[in-house]
C-alpha cells in the first residue's frame, strides 16, 4: 500500500518559517521524483517545487529564493523549507510523489500565514 504523509504545517506570522516533511513508503523512493504542490482557499492546486532522484531542484517562481526542497533516500523523506512567510504561501500543502507516469499523493497540510 503506498503512502504519503506529510507534517509540519500550522500557523506563523509573516516573515516566519516552518518545515514541512513527507514519510514515503510502499514505493521505491529513491527512483521516484518527489515534488510539493498546494493549494489555497477558491484556487487551482499549484506545484511549488520539485526535486528529481538526481537531487536536481526546481522551484515555482513565487517561492524561489525562500523555500528550499530537499530529499533523504535512507529515510524515504522529502522536506520543504519555508522561510519569509508571506500571507498569500495560505495554502493546504501536498506532497507528490511521481513513478514514471503515476502520481501518488499525500492527504495534504494546512499552512496558515498571519499575523
Known amino acids: 500500500q503506498v503512502q504519503l504523509v506529510e507534517s509540519g504545517g500550522g500557523l506563523v506570522q509573516p516573515g516566519g518559517s516552518l518545515r514541512l516533511s513527507c514519510a514515503v513508503s510502499g514505493i521505491p523512493f529513491s527512483i521516484c521524483t518527489m515534488a510539493w504542490y498546494r493549494q489555497a482557499p477558491g484556487k487551482q492546486r499549484e506545484w511549488v517545487a520539485g526535486?528529481?532522484?538526481?537531487?536536481?531542484?526546481n522551484y515555482a517562481d513565487s517561492v524561489k529564493g525562500r523555500f528550499t526542497i530537499s530529499r533523504d533516500n535512507a529515510k524515504n523523506t522529502v522536506s520543504l523549507q519555508m522561510n519569509t512567510l508571506k500571507p498569500e504561501d495560505t495554502a493546504v500543502y501536498y506532497c507528490?510523489?511521481?513513478?514514471?507516469?503515476?502520481?501518488?499523493w499525500g492527504q495534504g497540510t494546512q499552512v496558515a500565514v498571519s499575523s
Open positions: 526535486i528529481t532522484s538526481g537531487g536536481s531542484t
Open positions: 507528490n510523489a511521481r513513478l514514471v507516469s503515476q502520481d501518488y
